[in-house]
Every structure is written in structure tokens, then in C-alpha cells.
């Protein structure tokens, strides 16, 4: 890993999803991961980014409206004018009552003991030479 892990918490809305049974499409995961790529790519480049493509993208468990996420990346790999990022995506917490079944209030959430992994994968992003400014950068996040 180069640098540090970047984390970004969000709660799925009522509004994000999309299929039957308050499912979220995996795309949200993606579009989270473009945010945490690009937080990534300034903290090394001090330039925003341009997403080249994501390869090995997986998902592992279902996400729901309701559930808080953590989006979280790290570079594996730096380039001349690239970076290469590993991506995971992780339920934190969810509501306790999916089904009514329970008898919970409609508020009631979990905060789970483990994080369940929902979604890996690897992303390349890449800054043209003339736009990389590191010296504004982290310092954290210097190629060594």
C-alpha cells in the first residue's frame, strides 16, 4: 500500500434503490468508488483524476436502502501518470427489520460486529504530467 487507506461513510436512501425489496444497484458502489479514487489521486497528484476503468470488480453481498456503507481504497501502484487502486466497499450498519417480522420499529438498525464485505475491486486513474502537482499533495502519499 502507498500512502494511507481513504474511508467515505454513506447511508443508502429509501431513493437509491432501484430494484424490488429496497435493493441498491451495484452502481452506487462504483460511483463511490470514483469519489474515493479521486480523494486518493489528489492526496498523491494534487489533481483530481480521470477514471481509466475498473477491472475484477465483484460483488460479495447483497446492499439495501437503510444500510450505511464505507467505501474504502488504497494504491497498490504508481505510475509515471497513473495510479492503480484496490476498492472495497462494506455494510457497517442496517436496519434491524427488513421483512416485519420482528416487530421493531421501522428505525431500528444494527450496527454489525464485523463489516460484511460487499464489493472489491481494482480501478486505474490517471493524471496527465503537466497537471500533477505533489508538493501539494499529502506528504503521506510521496513515492518513495
Known amino acids: 500500500m502507498i500512502g494511507e487507506k481513504v474511508v467515505l461513510r454513506y447511508r443508502m436512501s429509501a431513493g437509491d434503490a432501484h430494484y424490488a425489496g429496497q435493493l ?3 452502481a452506487h458502489i462504483v460511483t463511490a468508488w470514483g469519489d474515493v479514487g479521486t480523494e486518493l489521486a489528489i492526496r ?3 489533481d483530481e483524476s480521470l477514471f481509466v476503468g475498473y477491472s475484477e470488480v465483484r ?3 447483497p446492499v439495501y436502502s437503510g444500510d450505511w456503507m464505507e467505501y474504502s481504497g488504497w494504491i ?3 505510475g509515471n501518470t497513473s495510479l492503480t ?6 455494510k457497517v450498519m442496517g436496519l434491524a427489520d427488513r421483512d416485519g417480522k ?3 420499529a421501522d428505525s431500528a438498525a444494527d ?3 464485523e463489516p460484511i464485505l460487499c464489493a472489491y475491486g481494482t480501478g486505474t486513474l490517471m493524471v496527465k504530467k503537466d497537471l500533477q502537482r505533489p508538493e501539494f499533495g499529502d506528504p503521506k502519499f510521496q513515492v518513495r
Open 85 to 90: 487502486c484496490h476498492f472495497e466497499a462494506h
Open 44 to 46: 498523491l497528484f494534487g
Open 102 to 104: 420482528k416487530g421493531l
Open 111 to 113: 450496527v454489525y460486529p
Open 24 to 26: 441498491v444497484e451495484g
Open 76 to 78: 497498490e501502484k504508481v
Open 59 to 61: 460483488y460479495t453481498a
